[in-house]
């Protein structure tokens, strides 16, 4: 029974994001910079923006961030602001 307790309040873990500021001022436009902060604002959300991380080509291809360590790509800057909050689900 305790297990069965433990399960149901089990804190989801926290969601580990990286942002390029190269890839958010090259993608990111003013419509959606409030979405991500409200995002941002979540307590399961932790982020850190650098100003570069690496990843060049991709950078000027698509827009994306580090989540757990895992690159997430996307067309634009609404559609994956939608990727990350499907993982906070």
């Given at each position: 029974m305790l297990a069965f307790i433990s399960n149901l309040f089990t804190k989801k873990p926290?969601?580990?994001l990286e942002f390029c500021q190269t890839n958010l001022d090259r993608f990111l436009d003013e419509k959606q910079a409030e979405k991500y902060g409200d995002f941002l604002k979540?307590?399961?959300v932790?982020?850190?923006e650098y100003e570069c991380l690496s990843e060049c080509k991709l950078c000027k291809q698509s827009?994306?961030?580090?989540l757990n360590g895992t690159i997430v790509?996307?067309?634009?800057?609404?559609?994956l602001l939608a990727l990350l909050k499907e993982e906070i689900k």
């Amino acid at each position: 029974m305790l297990a069965f307790i433990s399960n149901l309040f089990t804190k989801k873990p926290k969601i580990n994001l990286e942002f390029c500021q190269t890839n958010l001022d090259r993608f990111l436009d003013e419509k959606q910079a409030e979405k991500y902060g409200d995002f941002l604002k979540n307590p399961r959300v932790s982020y850190k923006e650098y100003e570069c991380l690496s990843e060049c080509k991709l950078c000027k291809q698509s827009a994306y961030a580090k989540l757990n360590g895992t690159i997430v790509t996307a067309n634009d800057s609404g559609d994956l602001l939608a990727l990350l909050k499907e993982e906070i689900k």
